[in-house]
Structure formats: C-alpha cells, structure tokens
Nanobody, 132 residues
Framework: QVQLVESGGGLVQPGGSLRLSCAAS????????IGWFRQAPGKEREGVSC???????????RYADSVKGRFTVSRDDAKKMVYLQMNSLKPEDTAVYYC??????????????????????WGKGTLVTVSS
C-alpha cells in the first residue's frame, strides 16, 4: 500500500527556517512525482511545490509564486524521502503541510498548478506555525 508520512513541522519565528520531510513507502519513489500542498485554517488548500520523478529527466520542479525563492524541494530516492526546505518563513506560511502523489504521476507538468484535485495518496500532514 502506498503511504506518505510528513514530518519536520513545528513553531518557528518569522525569518526562520524549517525542513519538512516526506517518507514514502509501498512504491518505488523514483518513478513518481511528489507534490507539496498546504492548508491554513479557514483557507483553501494550495499547491506549494512539486518535484518530478527521477526517471523523467525533463520533469523538473515547480513552486507557487508565494514561496518561490524561499522554498526548495529535493528528493533522495534511495532513502525514499522528499524534502521541502523552507527559508525566510513568514506568518502567512502557517499551515498544515502535506505531501501527495497519484498513480502514473511522473512529471510535475502532468497536472501543473491544478495537481491537488488529482492527487490520490496523501499524508496526514505536519503543522508549521510561523509566529513571534
């Protein structure tokens, strides 16, 4: 069974950094693109970032405009881990962060910015709180 487990969330001051981890099991991670999403209280879920399958040399990564230049997504397929390095955090970044994927989801370009509704497998999320 496909499982995704997020970790690394916590309380951080504005301007600080956190690294989130997404541990994958039940499938060969290198064949899958992984998306990061977040949902703040009372707000809609939004896509944050995506990293394409290692198999797809032309897949690349993508970032929401709100986090571009501050967040960096990476992966370690041997460890079956995907990471989201978050720097220069702002109070607006406060949210529950999720990693997700779907069958045959190989490239971030498969769904683009509308990937959320197409994701089939979701982790339970990890809470990031940015506050002084």
């Amino acid at each position: 069974q496909v499982q995704l487990v997020e970790s690394g969330g916590g309380l951080v001051q504005p301007g600080g950094s956190l690294r989130l981890s997404c541990a994958a099991s039940g499938f060969t991670l290198d064949y899958y693109a992984i998306g990061w999403f977040r949902q703040a209280p009372g707000k809609e879920r939004e896509g944050v970032s995506c990293i394409s399958s290692t198999v797809r040399s032309d897949g690349g990564t993508r970032y929401a405009d709100s986090v571009k230049g501050r967040f960096t997504v990476s992966r370690d397929d041997a460890k079956k881990m995907v990471y989201l390095q978050m720097n220069s955090l702002k109070p607006e970044d406060t949210a529950v962060y999720y990693c997700a994927t779907a069958p045959l989801y190989y490239s971030c370009s498969d769904y683009g910015s509308e990937a959320g509704p197409n994701m089939h497998y979701w982790g339970k999320g990890t809470l990031v709180t940015v506050s002084s």
